[in-house]
């Protein structure tokens, strides 16, 4: 079977796809994965064909755009919403553009969010069967724990439905732009908003995600199969970009890791500042990842600065993560078994860091402008003092039992 993956987005997007490539290549199908050009190395280094979508992520997200987008305040819904309006807009051209080429290649598409309605597209005047890998549940449900934006988190209700499909609404008309690039260009009508929330509703889903975390809601009636996260193999990679990181690990009390990925923002001293005077003020180390924010060491004794690391070497040494609550980077501290706290920036994030508190692994989530000294303080004390450890501890052990890449391969062959 031939597989065309159309993975848009930044690394928390396209890595799980690169996992799942591999599994599915392993089964004897043949993986092609469209994604930024700065990916190329991480997909063709697993084995898989690679197609150049036109534009780097990483100059993208570190645009004035990209950190109108990601480094706005955090109290703000509508503020953010624009932004993500005009940041998706940026991308359609170089997209739309890569995906053309594609159509009729493909046995199988596979899409992330902001791909679906070009897949979608793509299959219908190509040919191939359509699914979509939700890297967070995006379908309306009644079941608090399985929507994004519940009225009732804690309990099973209509307004949570009611919620969900609001948010559906909202989504469509933030991503539709892509798909209905495609769509003139094979010369079909746009559709806008409608068109996206109806493909939402016919394409069968991948969840990416545990099962402990994203319970499968009823009223999913069998279209969404949540199937465990897609990991790769990274347990045992050393940093090999940083050679006296793991001395620096391994020289004294376990540090806690503080890294918000793919965020970028225009206070990357003060945030750096900040981290720095809470590691002093609670005694324990840090390590901190720049990130896109390009965060900096400022204490020589308590915060040493790193790069991209392997997940799942460094987060296993960590008495305790502090992150943005991407969907990789929560389920890389799950499968790692180590407490955790989310400073909540944007889209589905404050989801993933209410998940993780309700599972009693982390502290109570907090949004990006509520970030304080005090606040981390607290919480890399509450990591020293073994806070939520003996949890953690037993939900990474089932997470470490699941094959979500097995159990997506089987769905996906059948």
């Known amino acids: 079977m031939k597989v065309n993956v159309l993975a848009a987005g930044s690394r928390g997007d396209v890595q799980p796809m690169v996992a799942l490539g591999v599994g599915m290549t392993r089964a004897g199908h043949e993986v092609t994965i469209c994604a930024g050009d700065d990916f190329e190395p991480l997909v063709t280094g697993h084995g898989l064909r690679f197609v150049p979508a036109g534009l780097r992520i990483e100059e993208l997200i570190g645009s004035e755009l990209g950190v109108a987008w990601l480094g706005h305040s955090s109290s703000n819904p509508f503020l953010e919403l624009r932004a993500l309006k005009r940041f998706v807009r940026l991308s359609v051209e ?10 009729g290649s493909a046995d199988l598409w596979l899409s ?4 679906l309605h070009a897949a979608d597209a793509l299959a219908s005047v ?11 549940p995006m379908r ?11 009225v009732l988190p804690g309990r099973s209700s209509w307004l949570n439905a009611v919620a969900g499909r609001t948010l559906l609404e909202v989504v469509g008309s933030v991503f539709s732009p892509p798909g209905d690039e495609v769509r003139r260009e094979l010369g079909l009508a746009a559709t806008g908003r409608r068109g996206v929330v109806e493909a939402i509703r016919r394409t069968p889903g ?3 995600a545990s099962p402990l ?10 279209k969404a199969e949540v199937t465990g996260y897609w990991f790769l193999d990274d347990t045992q990679a050393p940093p090999a970009g940083d050679p006296g990181l793991a001395g620096w690990v391994a020289g004294g009390e376990r540090p806690a890791y503080v890294g918000f990925g793919s965020m970028s923002t225009r206070e990357a001293d003060r945030v750096s500042a900040l981290v720095a005077e809470a590691a002093r003020a609670a005694r324990v180390r840090v390590v901190l990842h720049r990130g896109s924010a390009g965060l900096e060491s400022l204490d020589d004794a308590w915060v040493r600065a790193a790069g991209d690391v ?3 070497w460094l987060l296993p040494r960590m008495v305790g993560v502090v992150h943005h609550g991407g969907a990789g980077t929560t389920g890389a501290t799950l499968r790692a078994g180590v407490p955790q706290a989310v400073v909540a920036h944007i889209g589905d994030q404050p989801y993933w860091g209410r998940r993780v508190w309700e599972l009693g692994v982390a502290a109570q989530p ?9 606040w981390l303080t607290e919480v890399l004390r509450g990591f020293a003092r073994g806070e939520c450890a003996s949890r953690a501890a037993a939900v990474g052990a089932q997470v470490r039992d699941e094959d979500g890449v097995g159990r997506a391969v089987e769905l996906l062959s059948r």
């Open 94 to 103: 170089e997209y739309a553009g890569a995906f053309l080429p594609l159509a």
């Open 112 to 115: 992330g969010l902001l791909t």
């Open 126 to 136: 190509g040919g191939g069967r359509h699914v979509v890998a939700e890297f967070a």
């Open 140 to 150: 309306p449900a009644k079941l608090g724990a399985s929507g994004l934006g519940p």
């Open 206 to 208: 991948l969840v990416a």
């Open 213 to 222: 975390v994203v319970p499968p809601a009823p009223d999913w009636r069998g």
């Open 310 to 312: 392997p997940h799942g």
């Open 366 to 374: 907090i949004r990006r402008h509520e970030l304080s000294v005090g």
